[in-house]
C-alpha cells in the first residue's frame, strides 16, 4: 500500500531565510506526487505536481519541488519565505491501484511558521 | 476553489442522528471523493465515486455511506452519528487520470 510522511510537524524560518518542508512516499509502480497548501478554515489548494520529466518541479506562488527518487523523496521548497507562505502543507502521492481508480494519499502535514 | 460546493459549511448534531452532506460539482468531472481532516491524522479517504452509482470504500469507510445519482452529486451519510465523526469533511474531485485533484471548501462537522 502507498504511504507518505511527513517527518515535521512544524517548521519554523524567518522571513526572507529559505525554506524546505520534507516529504517521503513509498508507491509500487511510477509515482505522482502532489503538495497542497491549506489556509486557515479554508479548502486544499494546490501548489504543485510531479508526474514526469525534470526532477525540479516550479508551481505556485514561487513554490518548487524536487524529486529524488533513489531517496524516494519529494521536498518542497522556497528560496525566500514570507510570512504570508504561513500556512499547513501537505504532501499526497496517487496510488496505482490494480482496479485501475486511483487515488490521493496524503501526509499528516506540516505546519509552517514564517516569523517577521 | 474549481466549481465545488459543499453544503452544509457548519453542522453541530446530536449523537445517533442521521447526518447527509453534500458535495455538488459543476465541473462534469468523473472521480469525486470523500476525505475526514483530523489534526496528527492528515487527510484520510472514507469513500469515493468513479461514476454514477459506482462507488468504493476508502481507508476510514466504516459508519459512513455514499451515493451518486447524478454525475454532479456526491452525498456523504452518517447513519447514526458518533462523537469520533467530529471533523472536517472536504470533498474533491479529478479527471479520469488524477493528475490534480481540486477540492472543496470543507464541512465542519460536531456531533455532540
Known amino acids: 500500500a502507498q504511504s507518505v510522511a511527513q517527518p515535521e510537524d512544524q517548521v519554523n524560518v524567518a522571513e526572507g531565510n529559505p525554506l524546505t518542508v520534507k516529504c517521503t512516499y513509498s508507491?509500487?509502480?511510477?509515482?505522482?506526487l502532489f503538495w497542497y497548501v491549506q489556509y486557515p478554515n479554508r479548502g486544499l489548494q494546490f501548489l504543485l505536481k510531479y508526474i514526469t520529466g525534470d526532477n525540479l518541479v516550479k508551481g505556485s506562488y514561487g513554490f518548487e519541488a524536487e524529486f529524488n527518487k533513489s531517496q524516494t523523496s519529494f521536498h518542497l521548497k522556497k528560496p525566500s519565505a514570507l510570512v504570508s507562505d504561513s500556512a499547513l502543507y501537505f504532501c499526497a502521492v496517487r496510488d496505482n491501484a490494480d482496479s485501475g481508480y486511483s487515488t490521493l494519499t496524503f501526509g499528516k502535514g506540516t505546519m509552517l511558521l514564517v516569523s517577521p | 476553489d474549481a466549481g465545488i460546493t459543499q453544503s452544509p459549511r457548519h453542522k453541530v448534531t446530536e449523537t445517533g442522528t442521521p447526518v447527509t452532506l453534500r458535495c455538488h460539482q459543476t465541473e462534469n468531472h468523473r472521480y469525486m471523493y470523500w476525505y475526514r481532516q483530523d489534526p496528527g491524522h492528515g487527510l484520510r479517504l472514507i469513500h469515493y465515486?468513479?461514476?454514477?452509482?459506482?462507488?468504493d470504500k476508502g481507508e476510514v469507510s466504516d459508519g459512513y455511506s455514499v451515493s451518486r445519482s447524478k454525475t454532479e452529486d456526491f452525498l456523504l451519510t452518517l447513519e447514526s452519528a458518533t462523537s469520533s465523526q467530529t471533523s472536517v469533511y472536504f470533498c474533491?474531485?479529478?479527471?479520469?487520470?488524477?493528475?490534480?485533484?481540486?477540492f472543496g471548501q470543507g464541512t465542519r462537522l460536531t456531533v455532540v
Open positions: 508507491v509500487s509502480g511510477n509515482p505522482y
Open positions: 474533491a474531485i479529478s479527471d479520469k487520470d488524477l493528475t490534480e485533484a481540486f
Open positions: 465515486s468513479y461514476g454514477v452509482k459506482d462507488t
